[in-house]
């Protein structure tokens, strides 16, 4: 996992930083659309990244497993578990981040008493909801 690429949320804002994670979970989140949950917030501990990035670590294997499962021509019923796993444990790593960032960044933008940026960050999150959660419409 030597190489390393830089990412950032195209929406970057106030508490938000970029990051460098290994190239191929990078090219893994890339492929299933999901750099727009990756608001950064510096106050996470290393303890905290060193947990998510295991579970991207995971997540890649996994992802890599169903490759080899279609090269080998397993059962569809098969295949098409392991992707139900990868993209559980993948929506398991976006539920984290959106719980750090509703206790950070937009607690943060509510308490600051700045009107703007307390909307740019609902604003956000109604976005990140339609996407990633499919609460709202």
Not at 1 to 12: C, P
Not at 89 to 118: F, M, P, W, Y
Request: contains cysteine; proline residues 1%; hydrophobic residues 40%.
């Amino acid at each position: 996992m030597g190489e390393s690429i830089a990412v950032f949320d195209r929406h970057l804002t106030v508490g938000c930083r970029v990051i460098g994670i290994p190239a191929t979970m990078g090219r893994l989140l890339n492929a299933l659309g999901s750099w727009d949950l990756l608001c950064w917030n510096e106050m996470r501990s290393d303890d905290e990244k060193k947990k998510l990035n295991n579970r991207l670590r995971r997540v890649v294997g996994q992802v890599e497993a169903v490759g080899r499962m279609i090269d080998n021509d397993d059962y569809c019923v098969d295949i098409l578990m392991q992707l139900s796993a990868a993209t559980g444990a993948l929506n398991k790593v976006g539920q984290i981040v959106l719980e750090q960032h509703l206790k950070t960044c937009v607690s943060d933008a509510i308490q600051s008493g700045d009107a703007s940026d307390r909307d740019e960050k609902l604003s956000e999150l109604i976005r990140v909801f339609r996407k990633y959660a499919g609460v709202i419409d």
